[in-house]
């Protein structure tokens, strides 16, 4: 069935020469090690890659104007003759985000479940590239075969319906990627296939690339099953309407939500851009199944009282323009806060969002609405295997080799710590870092040579490479605010004919600064005249001089250092 | 003994006049409510105000170049004759760090316990102001005394020692604030003084004060000495360098790390400003005891085995410029990181740390340390009451009324919660915004007028009324970057002379966008030669007419409006 296992015997006996002949099978990441998000690795052997996922990941608050982060994917731009294919493993935002950056630059078609390709189809549509990329849905029994290596599935269960772990047959043995996963015995969806993960590890798996991200997590995470039955039961306490805020993405919620809604007899308002999307795709591919008539727009919610109302909404990381936010602070247009709302977070803040999220609840709470967040209730669980769930991971797929994926450094490190406790070497497991290969054969895998990687930021639609420097000099500007120093010279005589003008933005107080900034260009003529009797006009030595003047006349002044650009126009 | 307990019957019985006529004690709060941090509050009658703490707060990061944030003490000023005292509850940054910019506005003495006085003696001597104010050290059983109020404490638990509880005596009974606290039935230090809590609440006490920070948290938060067992059982396990980080004001932490140090016979090295200070003001004081020649020099690390170093430094909140950030980075001048090194963070992320936190631990990693962070171990615990707790400090005060303090909004709501469960109706409960004030008599209370209460910048020591417009403006800097456009014109003809220039900062990446910056050039020369046909030389309608046309050529060839600063020099 595996479809390279031919000549084995004889390359593990032929054990010297094979050494330096037969080609290894190369795994790397170029996104999700070392970081929470932009997913995306390879698996390559001879002439052919398989790519799995094409994320993205949300940037840290100092680096402003960038809206995203996406994985340097130089390497596979050169190797682009080699891809099979890019091969999905769910439809999260850190998997398939970075799919219109990569698919511009790069021809290839894209595999993803039925859902997952659902959402990438509205995301191309979005960016207008629908028409021109080969998109194949497949399903957990399909295999995609190609010259050496061969792709199949099996499903998982995460946030998401549609989750699946990818198997790679090579020469050498699978190579198993888990994508993100838990094991939720009683979902809201279908199972996991667990028997074609015991038949997987059965038949000897070369290498496991599995999950991190709740390594550090004791036990097992709860089921999706036990936060329904905490929705239904916190519906059941509420008299007046409901908002609940969630996920768009996690689908099997959505589900749960709009099941308790109909056992408590509530029309549903969807509100946020995608959180319309979500209902319509899932309604569309029959992830939700809602009775007619229960949606109601949001223009007719005035026609209901208020114990028949749930309003589902984005905005559970408080994220300031999403409905939620805007709902809070009574920036959207129909909806307002009143006493009696019930506003419920079904979600945890990723990292870096929680003062949002408590701005967002504090709001919320001043306006007189009961919120229910974080602890109180399990009315969320995460879509991420804890401790045993990894445990019981490794011991499905019993691999040769282990790569932690997904996550920062210390969420790898404890991962590995879980695989020696399941019986592996510590010569067994590679802790990589982004670009870093591992050459694996049969018996014995290495190190190997290191692949470009690295982040491309994403602004406005549009990668800029260079924007790492850019936002260097905005956070300088950003510091201290700046100071412009203008003025117009006569080139031949170094004579002065108009300015020193000086104006500032972020710096000082401008009504306050006038003196200083007057005093600051009389400093500035004195200091210039001065070098105009001694020597001729030259024009960087002029602007050097202005630099270096204001800068030690506003730290004399103000204490501060400003960023100082000067500019000298010459007339002829 | 209660100072004004005169005339009790005559103000009770006469009760429709005394509606009108007596005068209420009035009690606010300039800082500490809906936020962490920055706390200030004030207790008011007739011509005596009685101020508790002047703490400050670390600002939000979109606040760039802010270092911290302090009460808006207007009202204070305008008070200034009343003001009888400054009273600190206990010594930590967020109850003392507004001090010295307090002090400069408000000539007022100051109380504090032995080790809070020390403290600011500290912080006065930074700023240069030791010699300027009146510092008095309390003992539990002082009490002052001044016309209508008196002033005395009670000794609490909390992460530093000499926390105290403030009791106001005023005509209508006590007003308690209980400053930050848990209750800690085997501290490190001397425990809490119940008998006074017990004695405080017995006579009846008119109103609390108390701290919200824990309020969300169930059960009682848990022994400083289960902390120190942990230490000493961590320690025992290392073999290599240990390096340990906690915040330096948990002088009781750093008791306990001597203590095992000393049980497992390391010497220690202390490394970080704010760590020297601790150690050195602790010892004076007698807080920490430390046997001769166990504090060695960073300079004679070497002399000693790696199993004899206890390293303890500041940093466990992962700030880029302390000790353990500097040390993990490499970029410390004697110690790095090697493998077989053990980094214990004895502490919690404060809310918006955590990513730095996190970064360093990563960095830690890679360099092979063995780090103990969170909740792995118990290696640390709050210095704040858990829900058990807030009930136990309400049971034993037994106030007519109930003003929860310190904390976000959905603190103060839930420990609200707290109070009506251990017996108070709801209308005695008071959730107050900064500046709110309820005045209360003796069988009433109802809120009274709003005073003057905001937000200081505080930026390299100095405190920057304006500053928020101006960190507005280095925003809008730091979205897009900054173009400036500048030229010289003969003011009588509208003869462009020299110029357009055009400069940037942040926007596009000056090498590539050269061409970019030339057209946009020409296309401004183009614009402004029509202008000048039509109309007389404006410098006003030019400058206009810059903006407009720059921000329409960067919008479509960009896709981008950076801020636009243009610059016209006149020529006359």
């Known amino acids: 069935m595996n479809v390279a296992t031919e000549k084995p015997t004889q390359v593990a006996k032929n054990n010297r020469r094979s050494n330096s002949s037969p080609p290894p099978v190369r795994v790397y990441s170029l996104g999700g090690l070392g970081e929470i998000g932009k997913n995306m690795y390879g698996v390559e052997y001879k002439n052919e890659i398989i790519i799995i996922d094409a994320g993205l990941k949300f940037p840290e608050s100092r680096l402003t104007g960038i809206d995203y982060i996406i994985p340097d994917i130089t390497y596979l731009i050169e190797n682009r003759h080699k891809i099979k294919g890019l091969f999905l493993t769910h439809g999260h935002e850190d998997h398939i985000g970075a799919l219109p950056f990569v698919l511009r630059q790069l021809s290839v078609p894209v595999y993803g479940g039925p859902l997952t390709i659902g959402l990438v189809k509205a995301k191309l549509e979005e960016y207008r590239m629908l028409g021109e990329v080969k998109l194949h849905v497949y ?51 279908r199972p996991a296939d667990l028997f074609k993960m015991a038949a997987v590890g059965g038949e000897g798996v ?105 309003i589902v909404c ?45 701005r967002v609840i504090d709001t919320l709470m001043r306006a007189d609405a009961n919120v229910i967040y974080g602890s109180i209730f399990d009315i969320h669980t995460s879509g991420h295997g804890n401790r045993e769930d990894l445990k019981l991971m490794l011991s499905f797929i019993r691999p040769k080799y282990f790569i932690p994926i997904h996550g920062e450094y210390r969420m790898l490190l404890r991962h590995k710590d879980l695989a020696i406790q399941t019986g592996l070497t510590e010569d067994r497991v590679f802790l990589l870092n982004l670009g870093e290969t591992v050459s694996i054969y049969r018996n014995r895998a290495k190190r190997g040579r290191t692949i470009p990687s690295g982040e491309v930021f994403v602004s406005n639609g549009e990668m800029r490479v260079q924007e790492e420097q850019l936002v260097e000099e905005r956070l300088e500007l950003s510091q201290e605010g700046i100071v412009i120093v203008v003025m117009t010279v006569d080139g031949k005589t170094g004579q002065i004919l108009a300015g020193p003008d000086i104006v ?27 070098m105009a009797e001694k020597q001729a006009f030259d024009k960087a030595v002029w602007l050097r001089s202005v630099h270096k003047s204001m800068r030690k006349y506003f730290m004399k002044e103000v204490g501060r250092a400003p960023h100082i650009m000067p500019s000298i126009l010459e007339v002829k």
Do not use: W
Request: aromatic letters at 8%.
């Open 139 to 189: 399903e957990e029994s399909d295999r995609f075969q190609f010259q050496h290596l061969a792709v199949h599935f099996f499903r998982t269960t995460h946030s998401i319906p549609d989750a699946f772990g990818i198997v790679i047959d090579t020469p050498y043995g699978a190579v198993v990627h888990t994508g993100d996963f838990k094991f939720d015995f009683t979902p809201e969806d």
């Open 206 to 310: 070369l290498a496991l690339l599995a999950d991190s991200t709740n390594s550090e997590k004791e036990g097992f995470t709860p089921s999706e099953r036990k936060v329904g039955t905490s929705i239904l039961e916190t519906f059941r306490q509420c008299e007046g309407r409901i908002l609940f805020a969630t996920f768009a993405s996690n689908v099997h919620r959505l589900q749960q939500v709009v099941d308790a809604a109909i056992l408590c007899n509530r029309k549903i308002v969807v509100i946020g851009r995608s959180m319309d999307k979500a209902f319509s795709i899932g309604q569309d591919l029959g992830y939700i199944r809602i009775p007619d008539g229960m949606l109601i727009d949001v223009k007719h919610i005035d026609r209901y009282e208020d114990r028949q109302i749930l």
């Open 314 to 358: 984005t905005g559970s990381q408080g994220e300031p323009n999403a409905a939620l936010s805007r709902i809070a602070s009574g920036a959207h247009r129909t909806v307002q806060i009143y006493p009696g709302d019930t506003v419920i977070f079904s979600s945890s803040p990723i990292p870096g969002n929680g003062q949002n999220v408590n």
């Open 504 to 530: 500032t933005r972020g710096f000082v107080y401008m009504q306050d600064a006038r003196p200083l900034l007057r005093r600051a260009e009389t400093v500035l003529k004195r200091n210039l005249a001065k």
